[in-house]
């Protein structure tokens, strides 16, 4: 329960897009690969750890909470078990680490460390900035630019147009899941005091924002094809679309509790979209 299982699309969608790009660019390898994918699962379950803790220390979850059970707050496990928890799932991601530094050197070994750190930062420490509006910012970097590049970039050794290309829109819809998450708590987040990016744009700004987020996910394969990065098989995300558009529409409609639903739903919606992008790269490569 602690450890979100709903939430870890956002942490293996960047890795089957990156690994689709590094396949159709013939630099593929599935050491790496899976490694990135372990290592990215295990990081995605100790954020959520640490954020179960800190967030219940800093008295941001409440009893008047809306959205799935936090161990924490509930009684179900002590903060210093979470925290316990939280170390050891931290401490298997370092040791999947040591592999992945073997294979890429040093720039791995930044992106592990800040990974950890950001993960802590969110809602620990003396400057959380999740609590400041900077959560977006900070999904987007890691769930997006960092998840998708540094994927690639552990069976390449470099970082391709295309996957900087890919890393965007991956990191979008990332963000998209953050925001439908802020929304729903927008009125309990206000209470604590913690002033997430949906809280400073209201909800129906945070509406706009997660509808932007989606539409811009779906131009930028369209623009890397349109520009000759990537081939049409880029355009299989559009299969994808009506789902998207489904969920935009529910977010507009709902508020509160009910908007877990749009939070899980976004969250399959990135994965569908990672395994769709990867498919037709997969066919490019395969009929080519």
Do not use: H
Request: charged content about 10%; aromatic content about 12%; overall charge positive.
């Amino acid at each position: 329960m602690a450890a979100r299982p709903r939430t870890l699309p956002a942490a293996a969608a960047p890795v089957i897009a990156a690994s689709g790009v590094a396949y159709y660019e013939q630099v593929f390898q599935p050491g790496p690969a899976l490694a990135a994918l372990a290592g990215a699962l295990l990081l995605q379950i100790g954020a959520n750890l640490a954020n179960d803790v800190f967030d219940f220390q800093r008295g941001a979850d409440t009893p008047a909470r809306l959205g799935p059970v936090r161990v924490t707050q509930a009684g179900l496990l002590t903060p210093r078990q979470v925290l316990a928890g939280m170390w050891v799932v931290f401490g298997l991601a370092a040791l999947v680490g040591l592999y992945l530094i073997w294979v890429g050197g040093w720039p791995v070994l930044v992106i592990g460390a800040l990974s950890i750190l950001g993960a802590l930062a969110y809602t620990g420490g003396p400057f959380p900035f999740g609590y400041y509006g900077l959560g977006d910012v900070f999904v987007f970097l890691f769930f997006g630019l960092a998840a998708v590049c540094g994927t690639y970039y552990v069976q390449a050794g470099t970082v391709s147009a295309l996957a900087w290309w890919t890393a965007v829109p991956l990191g979008l819809l990332a963000t998209a899941i953050i925001v439908v998450n802020n929304l729903r708590d927008v009125d309990t987040d206000r209470a604590a005091g913690k002033r997430t990016l949906a809280v400073r744009l209201g909800p129906q700004g945070a509406r706009y924002e997660y509808a932007a987020l989606i539409i811009g996910a779906y131009l930028v394969p369209l623009a890397a094809w349109g520009l000759g990065i990537g081939p049409n098989g880029l355009l299989l995300v559009l299969v994808s679309a009506p789902r998207a558009i489904y969920w935009i529409r529910l977010v507009f409609a709902l508020e509160g509790r009910p908007l877990n639903a749009a939070l899980a739903g976004t969250g399959q919606l990135e994965l569908l979209y990672a395994i769709l992008y990867a498919a037709g790269l997969f066919l490019m490569r395969w009929y080519a």
